[in-house]
Nanobody, 125 residues
């Protein structure tokens, strides 16, 4: 069992940046896949970034590619999501999630067994 805690959300103006953190406790992320998802009011939860802990490979959908960067810190057992050039449409609750199978970076929420509580990101225009 792994527990995930997100932090770093807040209010930022359009064009600004935020860095979200996802810290794991209970066990290490080794061999996991970790993903970031977001959910805006009235919308489905959508995938925004993923990283394979073992290989370091990453994946992003076109909506955030070039603006968001996912990274990991092995020593801190933490995954980060650096978000630059933020837009009002990036406003959502952001969740990190972990897939212990670690076989590939999934883009669907059903593939992830563990979830954090979420952190709110609000981008003002």
């Amino acid at each position: 069992q792994v527990q995930l805690v997100e932090s770093g959300g807040g209010l930022v103006q359009a064009g600004g940046s935020l860095r979200l953190s996802c810290a794991a406790s209970g066990r290490t992320f080794s061999s996991y896949t970790v993903g970031w998802f977001r959910q805006a009011p009235g919308k489905e939860r959508e995938f925004v970034a993923g990283i394979s802990w073992s290989s370091g490979s990453t994946y992003y959908p076109d909506s955030v590619k070039g603006r968001f960067t996912i990274s990991r810190d092995n020593a801190k057992n933490t995954v980060y999501l650096q978000m630059n050039s933020l837009k009002p449409e990036d406003t959502a609750v952001y969740y990190c999630a972990a897939d212990p199978r670690g076989s590939r970076i999934g883009i669907y929420r059903d593939g992830y067994a563990y979830w954090g509580q979420g952190t709110q990101v609000t981008v003002s225009s």
